[in-house]
């Protein structure tokens, strides 16, 4: 069974603090993606970021970073010195269904950024 | 390109009337993905289309729910009867090709009542 576990619903954080928004999946494929989405207050979903499995490099985008990490089946994401302008909810997605297409979400985060 | 371009933004509709929701792909993106949001099941795949040929329905709730894409610009979910249940954000995707971003269009926000 295809799945994605976001544990964490809400995070509350002070501006400029760092937060890691923790992403689980299950799949039995051997070949899948990892995706971010960002839904800010406005509604419309962000892309963010796309992981293949074959791909455990981390990666850096100004202050946003994700952690893949096969053995954990784990795909977190950390955002350095929030912004009130995060204050989202972000959703961790899996396509691992042959390739599919179709993204399996997980519940999301929201987070809270306070000034 | 203007993005995914869904319509109405926003639709109130009485229970038992037929609700017709629109999207627009971006040009020449071969796939559309039908979601849909609620609080208790959060964002869940309806059905996709691979050029204008649906290729998995699995996700539609019930036969009350249908889609159609009678061409590479344009695609319908329709729900006929509407129940209060079905009151959600339905969001509309394309993608250029499979395992890459989908783009979402703003959502439609559905209330049955």
């Known amino acids: 069974a295809q799945k994605v576990t976001q544990a964490q619903t809400e995070i509350s954080v002070v501006e400029k603090e760092d937060v890691t928004l923790d992403c689980v999946y299950e799949t039995r494929d051997t070949t899948y993606y990892l995706f971010w989405y960002k839904q800010p207050p406005s509604g419309e979903l962000v892309f963010l970021i796309r992981r293949n499995s074959f791909d455990e490099q981390n990666e850096i985008s100004g202050r946003y970073s994700w952690n893949f990490q096969k053995s954990t089946s784990s795909f977190n994401f950390t955002i350095t010195a929030s912004q009130v302008v995060d204050s989202a909810v972000y959703f961790c997605a899996l396509d691992g269904s042959g390739n599919t297409g179709k993204l399996i979400f997980g519940q999301g985060t929201t987070l809270q950024v306070k000034p | 390109d203007a993005g995914v371009i869904q319509s109405p933004r926003h639709e109130v509709t009485e229970m038992g009337q037929e609700v017709t929701l629109r999207c627009k792909p971006i040009s020449g993106h071969d796939y559309l993905f039908w979601y849909r949001q609620t609080m208790m099941r959060g964002l869940e795949l309806l059905i996709y289309?691979?050029?204008?040929?649906?290729?998995?329905d699995s996700g539609m709730p019930e036969d009350r729910f249908s889609a159609k894409m009678p061409n590479a610009s344009f695609s319908t979910l329709k729900i006929q009867p509407s129940e209060p249940r079905d009151s959600a954000v339905y969001f509309c995707a394309s993608s250029g090709q499979l395992n890459t971003e989908a783009f979402f269009g703003q959502g439609t926000r559905l209330t049955v009542v």
């Open positions: 289309f691979n050029n204008n040929v649906p290729i998995d």
